[in-house]
């Protein structure tokens, strides 16, 4: 196989896998957050909430580009 598809495969992998995480997010991890710290959404906790999630899967993803990056010896 193509080193090019192999890259390509492991990206849709964990994109489609950061899909699921973020709507396990949306539609379990909010409402009990919000239950939880009721405060945190008086101040726009939602924006606080999709920025953290973004910012995981960013860094995730970072990762598994650096580590298929690195120059194989």
């Known amino acids: 196989m193509s080193d090019r598809i ?4 492991t990206f849709a992998l964990v ?7 973020a709507n396990f997010t949306y539609k379990v991890g909010i409402p009990w957050l919000a239950t939880v710290f009721p405060l945190i959404f008086e101040w726009g906790g939602e924006w606080i909430v999709s920025g ?13 580009w650096a580590y298929l990056a690195a120059p194989q010896k």
């Open 15 to 21: 994109g489609f896998i950061a899909g699921m995480v």
């Open 6 to 9: 192999k890259i390509l495969g």
């Open 52 to 64: 953290l999630v973004g910012a995981f899967l960013t860094l995730l993803l970072l990762v598994v």
